[in-house]
């Protein structure tokens, strides 16, 4: 008894140190919930003979990976192996019935951990078979198991949760990340903080893993998300239910699920890579006619960047007015405004499946490193343009140059406005004059590079400018000073 209650104070005291923690964040905590604790049936648990001796052995997984932009995201102690997510919606009500069952792996002996999780209710959380106790507080699941988990051994926590997902604030960003619905669809668009709307997550871009999605919709719905489906099922009563695989390492903000009267389409490129993608009836035609190029595109940028990293590829529309598309990993989504069937958004076709190498395949190691994502994206809707009769490299380098003076450094754009025009534009200028620096030799073997070494994981701006060094031989300190982090945008060489 007396065990049962030390440990649940214990919970509670980390949620309460991470209420600190989160307050200092850049993350809008205006929605958090109160704290909720819960208390685990009497059971016959196994307890490690350390345990007995009454002292804790194991640490306290941190509340946060400690990102420079947004502390709070993600935790400390473990690597996530698996997410599988059975989410059943319900668009009568606008809310979920889900369980997620998630294989982690401790990097140090654990005591208690977290996984991030906002505005949902927990109703049972289960270690190994067993279930423990739990606190949940704004976007923090404490988890207390009976028994020390150990460095390097499998666990399986499973989650139950339900309830309705409120997509989530970030900085001054107008737009909500996370889950949203309109009406009876239903939609993920998560970066970088949304993950946790809808799944118990270690929601940070440095630890990924592979996804399976269990989807269950009344029958008039589709749904298709990151992967291959692997299988559809009538339920019997009325609803059908959708499996999906993703079996490439993913970062969890890429995570995404879309809900909708959809239509499912299929291709394949020159080099046999399927394209499936997933439109709204009314725009199916418009969508066709503006995502024409993208097998051309998978070619030119293959040639540029190296082997396409992923399973498969595609594109879905969510039938709302979002002003903007996003990258995620296998199937990046575009809102309904941007479809027009004029065949007129290559630049943004373009950029998207760009982000599969740079972004995806190679996460940023931080957000503060987001230029990496997005003026690599940048860079290479240039190198679409000049690989389709349209300006050169350095036409587009220059055009972009004369436009303003984007006196914020693209490392480093603050938390509040993640995706300004510097990280993208600046960002993109920044390889643009890298090529020039250290010759076209060095710089095309470096985007290849980049991928085949850091594909998989995340990597910094450090890591740029090492491997640009390792291939020119020079000192880059003072190009990355000016490059990156300078407040003045330098003249182009
Ligand atoms: N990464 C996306 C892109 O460049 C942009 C996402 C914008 N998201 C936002 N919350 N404002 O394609
Ligand atoms: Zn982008």
Redesign the pocket.
């Known amino acids: 008894m007396e065990r049962t209650f030390s440990r649940r104070w214990r919970a509670l005291g980390a949620c309460a140190l991470l209420i600190a923690a989160c307050a200092s964040s850049d993350l809008d905590l205006d929605e958090r919930s109160g704290a909720t604790s819960t208390t685990p049936p009497p059971s016959e648990s196994t307890v490690s003979p350390s345990e007995t001796a009454g002292t804790p052995q194991g640490a306290m997984g941190a509340d946060g990976v400690g990102d420079p932009y947004y502390p709070g995201l993600g935790n400390g102690g473990y690597d996530v192996a698996t997410y599988d997510l059975d989410i059943e919606w319900m668009p009568d009500t606008g809310t979920v019935d889900a369980t997620a069952a998630i294989v982690l792996v401790p990097t140090e002996d654990l005591d208690t951990f977290n996984l991030d999780l906002e505005g949902l209710d927990v109703e049972r959380v289960v270690v190994d078979g067993e279930e423990v106790v739990h606190a949940h507080a704004g976007r923090e699941l404490t988890i207390d198991p009976a028994a020390l988990l150990v460095a390097g051994d499998d666990v399986e926590v499973v989650v139950d949760y339900g309830g309705e997902p409120t997509p989530i604030r970030v900085g001054t960003d107008v737009f909500r990340v996370g889950w949203h619905t309109d009406g009876r669809d239903a939609y993920v668009v998560s970066e970088p903080a949304g993950a946790a709307s809808w799944f118990p997550a270690n929601d940070h871009p440095t630890d990924k893993a592979r996804f399976r999605f269990v989807v269950t919709v009344p029958s008039d719905l589709g749904v298709i998300a990151n992967g291959l489906q692997t299988s559809m099922s009538d339920t019997g009563d009325g609803r059908t239910t959708f499996v999906y695989e993703a079996s490439d390492l993913m970062a969890t903000y890429l995570a995404s699920v879309v809900i909708g009267d959809l239509v499912f389409v299929e291709e394949s490129t020159a080099s046999g890579l399927l394209l499936r993608s997933a439109y709204p009836r009314r725009l199916a035609d418009a969508a066709a006619t503006d995502f024409a190029d993208t097998a051309a595109m998978v070619e030119v940028f293959e040639r540029s960047f190296g082997p396409y990293p992923f399973e498969t590829y595609g594109h879905v529309v969510a039938d709302e007015v979002l002003g903007f598309a996003l990258?995620n990993q296998t199937l990046s989504i575009f809102g309904s405004d941007l479809v027009t069937g004029r065949g007129a958004i290559d630049a943004i076709v373009a950029?998207?499946l760009a982000?599969q190498w740079f972004?995806n395949a190679v996460s940023p190691a931080t957000w503060m490193d987001i230029w990496l994502?997005?003026g690599f994206?940048?860079y290479a809707e240039w190198v679409w343009a000049a690989g389709s009769d349209g300006p050169t490299i350095a036409e587009s380098a220059a055009a972009v140059h004369a436009r303003a003076d984007f006196g914020v450094p693209p490392g480093d754009p603050g938390p509040e406005e993640l995706f300004q025009a510097t990280v993208?534009l600046r960002g993109g200028l920044v390889l643009y004059a890298l090529s020039q620096e250290i010759g076209h030799d060095a710089f095309d073997r470096l985007l290849p590079l980049w991928v085949e070494r850091f594909g998989g994981s995340a990597a910094s701006t450090a890591d740029l400018r090492a491997l640009a060094e390792e291939l020119s031989g020079q000192d880059l300190e003072a190009f990355f000073d000016a490059w990156v982090y300078g407040a003045t945008l330098p003249p182009l060489p």
């Open positions: 990258e950029h998207e982000h972004g994502n997005e994206a940048t993208y």
